[in-house]
């Protein structure tokens, strides 16, 4: 009996609270009189991940490779093309009306550039407030209060929430993404590059910001970044995209001394050294990303895969988990 | 900690004193600013007041026939007492015209009559142009096609034949006519709308209700179309314009307000063969159009500065 709480006490702390299934997500590009499709642009491509509930979880890859898409397909913002969500087991994909808007109290997003996330012509106190005014929680003093109450939490004043965005600096406006997301008291953010559009000095402050909140209010965090310095910073575990697909994810300790994909290696070498004389041998890669409109035929980073072998060209290599915890596509790693 | 809440209560109070400045406080400074557009709004001030007191300000009324109530002649040139007309003859700014009123008072009534052609028509048309662009520019798809191709189809041609082919069915007068340059002028409005709501759509902050569980609704009334309405604002304003043109050029076709309605259109057409034998009855009328025109003109082009979202961050 003693045992079986433990066990389901240690599983619940570990509980998968986000399960991502074969995501898929392709955009028609339409062309000539009838708008028939003549191609589609695969930007997500059978993705699968978990995310256990209270850890933050990076996703990174370079520029066009989906992470984006990954993170507004999981809240709905687009809709996929196939593939699952389960947020604490429940199918986000089958939900409808007002069973979709109680499950979006749980989830949020803060987003890129803080510039473009707040409406100009509303103050942002308000902005704040929208997410309880539209949940009809509490009555209007008491949605102040609490609107006060994150604004507080990140940093701000009450004196803030009657401004309008336009008298804010960029890691303000920020901060208050971050209130907006934060006041209807969700479990899981999506935060798609929230500090990549702020200067450096700002960004370690919206970083700290980000992980008081996360131990205050136990929330998870699927961080989207390209700068692997910040995801080494902030994430418990890191997956590495390409073109639209997963190609690595494992423990960030793991991921940044052990990598086992070449992709993730020649990211890990491009990552600056503040020592001007010191030098690490990098690994370049040869030629662009390829167009997600039509991908390369087997694995997708073949072309450029200092590593490839013909095998590679030919099919496509699995997902697997090479070591424990740790997970790669690529036929060459083990 | 005390000190720092004691601190917090008084960055409080201080900050409700403190000045907050909107976008649209910000719009009118620079509105205020420009000296073409203030010209415009001036003008545009005088005739309203010209218009809701016509009833008062006019010297007589506008349909009376003065034949035997005064010694004047058809036509007659204008007799203002300051300018030397002997004191004996009664006075009419703007002279008499070809049926014996008085010229100013038909003007000053013609100022309501084109104020409320110009409000009436574009307030029509804006209203039915923002629900069929935003409609279209919101949801895409069919909706989006089906819209704009009908109104492809009124733009195609030109504005005024159309009013006129539609006044013709309806039969003339002036009701009619304002219906016909409203149904005209819609397209213009759908097209403006449709644009501003297809690039407002794609700003995250739209995301961000639907993230924090907005409807469409929601999203489409609270979000989108405050911020698609800007050009709307400078749209409208240069239609209103182009309203009370084509108003007076039905109008003057015989097409719009019939006689004996003091209208500006209608006193160009009346007296159009009399050019050269009485010039103030056509000049007095094309230049009150003329005047109002530009007035609509200025004040839009100024709004048109003042609302440009290039100079939002720049000067205040």
């Known amino acids: 009996m003693e045992t079986k709480t433990l066990k389901a006490k240690s599983s619940s702390s570990k509980m998968d609270l986000v399960r991502v299934k074969h995501l898929t997500k392709y955009f028609p590009v339409r062309s000539g009189l009838f708008q028939r499709v003549v191609a589609n642009v695969q930007a997500v491509d059978d993705i699968s991940f978990n995310i256990k509930e209270g850890e933050t979880l990076s996703l990174v890859g370079e520029s066009g490779c989906g992470k984006t898409t990954v993170g507004r397909t999981m809240l709905r913002l687009i809709e996929p093309t196939s593939g699952s969500v389960f947020f604490d087991n429940q199918d986000i994909f089958s939900l409808h009306g007002a069973e979709l808007k109680a499950m979006r109290r749980h989830m949020q997003i803060i987003f890129q550039d803080p510039y473009a996330s707040l409406d100009p012509r509303v103050p942002i106190g308000d902005s704040v407030m929208e997410g309880l005014t539209l949940h009809k929680i509490g009555v209007p003093q008491e949605r102040f209060d609490m609107m006060v109450d994150v604004l507080h939490k990140v940093g701000l004043e009450t004196y803030h929430a009657r401004r309008y965005p336009h008298e804010f600096s960029g890691g303000q406006r920020q901060r208050i993404g971050i209130a907006r997301a934060l006041a209807l008291q969700p479990r899981f953010i999506i935060c798609d590059e929230p500090v990549s559009a702020l200067d450096v000095s700002i960004q370690s402050q919206v970083l700290n910001i980000l992980k008081d909140l996360q131990q205050e209010f136990g929330l998870t965090y699927l961080f989207i970044a390209h700068n692997l310095s910040v995801v080494e910073h902030i994430s418990d575990r890191v997956a590495v995209m390409y073109l639209g697909k997963m190609v690595e994810l494992a423990n960030r300790e793991t991921l940044f001394s052990d990598p086992l994909h070449p992709y993730t290696k020649a990211l890990l070498t491009a990552i600056p050294i503040a020592d001007p004389h010191l030098r690490r041998e990098r690994t370049i890669l040869k030629g662009d990303v390829p167009s997600p409109i039509n991908p390369p035929s087997g694995c997708r980073f073949h072309p450029r895969c200092p590593i490839a072998v013909e095998q590679c060209s030919q099919q496509e290599p699995e997902f697997r988990e090479l070591k424990p915890n740790h997970w790669a596509a690529c036929w060459r790693a083990e | ?316």
């Open chain 2, 1 to 316: 900690m005390t000190d720092k809440t004691a601190n917090l209560a008084n960055l409080d109070k201080e900050g409700l004193s403190l000045k907050s400045v909107s976008l649209w406080q910000i719009t009118w400074r620079r509105l205020f600013k420009r000296k073409s557009a203030l010209l415009g709004l001036g003008i545009l001030i005088v005739l309203v007041f010209i218009a809701l007191t016509a009833q008062w300000i006019s010297p007589y009324d506008p349909y009376q026939v003065l034949i035997g109530i005064e010694d004047v002649d058809m036509r007659q040139a204008p007799c203002i007492h300051l300018l030397g007309c002997p004191k004996d003859q009664p006075q009419h700014i703007m002279g008499i015209d070809g049926n014996v009123r008085d010229q100013f008072s038909r003007l000053l009534y013609g100022t309501r009559l084109s104020l409320m052609v110009g409000l009436t028509t574009v307030s029509f048309a804006i209203i039915i142009g923002t629900i069929l662009g935003a409609l279209s520019g919101y949801f895409g798809g069919w909706v989006d096609n089906t819209i704009m191709r009908v109104m492809d189809v009124l733009l195609a041609f030109p504005s005024l034949l159309l009013a006129i082919a539609i006044v013709t069915v309806l039969g003339p007068g002036l009701i009619n006519a304002l219906l016909a340059i409203g149904i005209v002028s819609i397209p213009a409005y759908a097209r403006v709308v449709r644009s501003s709501v297809l690039s407002v759509r794609e700003m995250d902050y739209v995301s961000a209700t639907r993230a924090l569980g907005g409807n469409n609704f929601d999203i489409l009334f609270k979000r989108i179309m405050p911020n698609a309405l800007t050009p709307l604002i400078v749209q409208g304003t240069l239609g209103i314009a182009t309203a009370i043109l084509d108003a007076a050029a039905l109008s003057f076709l015989g097409l719009g307000a019939q006689p004996p309605t003091p209208e500006w259109g209608q006193m160009l057409s009346a007296e159009r063969n009399q050019v050269f034998t009485a010039p103030h009855l056509v000049f007095y009328p094309g230049f009150a159009i003329m005047t109002t025109v530009l007035a609509f003109n200025l004040l839009g082009d100024g709004l048109r500065d003042a609302l440009d979202p290039r100079l939002a961050h720049t000067s205040k």
